[in-house]
């Protein structure tokens, strides 16, 4: 208890010392979200998303705004939003500069036959599709909507993905995934959270007809839908990268994260935790931004707060992720 209480002092005095370095920096990010978009610079994202998701999608296009230097080109990947969300996307299209949304109709009629549940919908099967969807590009990076963005992902989607059709991450539960008989034969498992996906490649060896067939011959056996799926037809078409582009929930050290995914059963927008301080901060600056008002100073004093608390609770009591 004293070494804890010792750490969370000495990480406050730090904090104190650093602030006018934080304040300055995180105010200078807030305002460059004016930064404008090039069309031949940019690097091409997609989401998923339905007005179940409204929230999250906007609070991770706001991080991602506030915190790259490259312009994206965000393929918004939907069954249809309500004319008030639409009208939300397309306001914050217009004010973060340095973004573009285009949004793409998905029927869900494709994926009737398909196993859902209360936690996952037919969108889940989107990415299924996107290399039929996107035509500008011949490298898509996919992102679940439950994560925030803290660094410029154009390292991670330049990297050389090695004759590989997808690079992801290995799983947390990685062990527990490939114990199942389905999976015996597999030595890798990742998370479909976050794919860098070759679309030439995809097409090349037409995974997504592969991948519509995989699911509809084991829909009783699999248990995480398309993940399960996608690791069973592109098992050795995967480059396993590093877990900084796709930190798990409480599974990781919070520190040296690019992707940051709330991949477990509870959600920031649902369940009011302290190791949420991220997402509540990027989802004031998204309210903020949309109502066109000056950076938030009492929301970042707020997460400041949090923080302080949250980093020796997670390093005395490490959190561990739910599958």
């Keep these: 208890m004293k070494k804890a209480l010792g750490v969370t002092f000495s990480f406050i005095i730090l904090l104190f010392l650093l602030f006018p370095f934080f304040f300055l920096k995180e105010y200078n990010r807030f305002q460059n979200h004016l930064k404008s978009y090039s069309s031949k610079q940019a690097i091409h994202l997609v989401f998923a998303g339905d007005d179940g998701y409204i929230t999250p999608l906007l609070t991770a296009f706001t991080s991602l705004s506030l915190n790259t230097k490259t312009p994206i080109h965000i393929h918004l990947l939907t069954n249809g939003f309500s004319p008030q969300n639409q009208k939300l996307i397309e306001n914050l299209d217009f004010k973060l500069k340095n973004i573009q949304i285009t949004m793409t109709l998905v029927s869900n009629e494709l994926f009737k036959a398909f196993p859902?549940?209360?936690?996952?919908?037919?969108?889940?099967?989107?990415r299924y599709l996107i290399p039929t969807l996107?035509?500008?590009?011949?490298?898509?990076?996919?992102?679940?909507?439950d994560i925030l963005v803290f660094n410029d992902l154009s390292s991670f989607y330049h990297i050389?993905?090695?004759?590989?059709?997808?690079?992801?991450?290995?799983?947390?539960?990685?062990?527990?995934?490939?114990?199942?008989?389905?999976?015996?034969?597999?030595?890798?498992?990742?998370?479909?959270?976050?794919?860098?996906?070759?679309?030439?490649?995809?097409?090349?060896?037409?995974?997504?007809?592969?991948l519509f067939e995989t699911t509809a011959q084991y829909q009783d056996k699999i248990q995480y839908f398309d993940q399960d799926v996608i690791n069973l037809v592109l098992k050795k078409d995967i480059l396993p990268v590093s877990f900084k582009y796709n930190a798990l929930q409480g599974a990781y050290t919070p520190f040296n994260k690019t992707i940051y995914h709330y991949s477990g059963k509870q959600k920031p927008w649902k369940t009011k935790k302290l190791d949420y301080y991220e997402w509540y901060k990027y989802f004031d600056y998204m309210q903020m931004i949309l109502n066109d008002e000056n950076w938030p100073v009492q929301s970042y004093l707020l997460y400041l707060i949090r923080k302080m608390i949250y980093y020796p609770s997670f390093i005395f009591k490490p959190k561990q992720n739910e599958a």
């Design 116 to 126: 859902i549940n209360n936690r996952w919908n037919q969108s889940i099967y989107y």
């Design 134 to 145: 996107l035509t500008n590009t011949n490298k898509a990076l996919y992102l679940d909507g």
């Design 160 to 210: 050389d993905l090695n004759n590989k059709v997808i690079a992801g991450i290995q799983d947390y539960f990685e062990k527990k995934f490939l114990s199942r008989p389905l999976f015996q034969d597999l030595t890798l498992y990742i998370n479909s959270g976050v794919l860098l996906i070759d679309i030439d490649k995809w097409k090349e060896k037409n995974i997504s007809q592969k």
